[in-house]
């Protein structure tokens, strides 16, 4: 086995999170075997962790948005389990620090939005974010490929605002499967996750990358409010790690029935058109806040947005975005026997 030319996790304390932070001119790559487990360092904030035998794949990712603390903290949580020899891992994992220049800075990213680059297929600015993208895309190719078993990805993020859920799943578009899991949404539900929206277009986020290019189960999941490092409540999360070190495991998971779960689908986006372009709401308004038919969202210079029909619930408000990009989403309740055959969960 290659043996680490760098501190690689030298002590049993040591932080996944810290060493990401502080190892700027560093080499990146290294490996070591702990308690039956190879830790390699593959790249800045990329950690491939393999046990002796497997049952599956589970990518892990955080920080893609630099500023989104909670989930980073998580992530750096269960490395240090995993390094103690407190989980007894099935799965093999590759945990990803997106965006470290950003987390430094407490930035949300440097350049540009990271989690709307992960297409393989786009143009390319030549952007910090770009090159990073470009990686992390090489990373998961290289770990789903020729993987057996299920394959997973949860990319954690917490959110700009409020919400009137807390915690709640994106689900990606995949035009590759008409088919939605019923079974991760109950385990996402296991995972303290209120809500789930399911989008009906591509979208270049590092989630759809995986489910798409990679038929992995994928989700970006918003676990609470943005806050800086040190200023999270330590037990907000711990439903979903209890419930990721299950799966880690391949234990039962906790799952929690569907029909208790609320599920909303895009109804449509709003797309800042103009310089002048404003959302006509409070800034502070929170995620799937419920507007009446006749609101007026927004407007710019030529165009304007109102809800018409039923009543819809805007999600990710962000008049400040580049032009050409999406400002809000509005969704729309769902009846989850629509989607699925509610009588068969098991």
């Known amino acids: 086995m290659h043996t680490s030319t760098i501190p690689l996790f030298a002590d049993i ?69 995993l390094l103690r020899g407190n989980i007894n891992l099935k799965l093999r994992l590759l945990l990803i620090l997106g965006n470290p220049p950003a987390m430094r800075n407490n930035q949300r990213f ?44 949860y990319d954690l993020h917490t959110a700009i605002r409020d919400s009137e859920y807390e915690k709640f799943a994106v689900y990606p578009y995949n035009q590759r499967s008409e088919s939605w899991n019923q079974q991760q949404i109950e385990f996402l539900g296991g995972c303290d996750i209120e809500a789930v929206l399911f989008q009906d277009r591509p979208s270049p986020t590092f989630s759809w990358y ?50 208790s779960i609320r599920l909303f689908a895009i109804r449509d986006e709003i797309i800042r ?34 809800i018409t029909g039923s009543p819809g619930y805007i999600i990710f408000p962000n008049a400040r975005v580049e032009l050409g990009a999406r400002a809000a989403l509005v969704a729309e309740d769902i009846d989850a026997a629509s989607l699925f055959n509610t009588s068969a969960s098991d």
């Open 13 to 81: 304390n040591s932080s996944f999170l810290q060493q990401t932070l502080s190892t700027i001119n560093s080499p990146l790559r290294g490996a070591i075997e702990r308690n039956t487990l190879r830790f390699e360092l593959l790249d800045e904030g990329v950690l491939l962790v393999e046990p002796e035998s497997c049952k599956g794949s589970l990518a892990l990712s955080a920080g893609v948005h630099g500023n989104e603390t909670a989930p980073i903290e998580l992530l750096d949580h269960l490395v240090s389990e």
């Open 210 to 259: 995986c489910s798409e290019y990679h038929n992995a189960d994928a989700f970006t999941l918003e676990l609470g409010k943005a806050r800086p490092f040190g200023e999270n409540d330590p037990n907000s999360l711990n439903a979903i790690s209890a419930n990721l070190i299950r799966l880690m495991q391949s234990e039962d998971t906790e799952r929690t029935p569907i029909d």
């Open 110 to 153: 440097t350049h540009t939005n990271l989690n709307r680059l992960f297409n393989p297929e786009r143009d390319n600015s030549g952007s910090k974010e770009d090159e990073r993208a470009n990686q992390l895309m090489q990373h998961v190719t290289a770990f789903f490929t020729n993987s057996s078993g299920p394959r997973y990805h």
């Open 273 to 306: 058109h103009g310089e002048h372009f404003e959302l006509l709401f409070p800034d502070d308004q929170p995620n799937f806040s419920r507007f009446m038919p006749g609101s007026l969202l927004s407007r710019d210079e030529t165009n304007c947005y109102t």
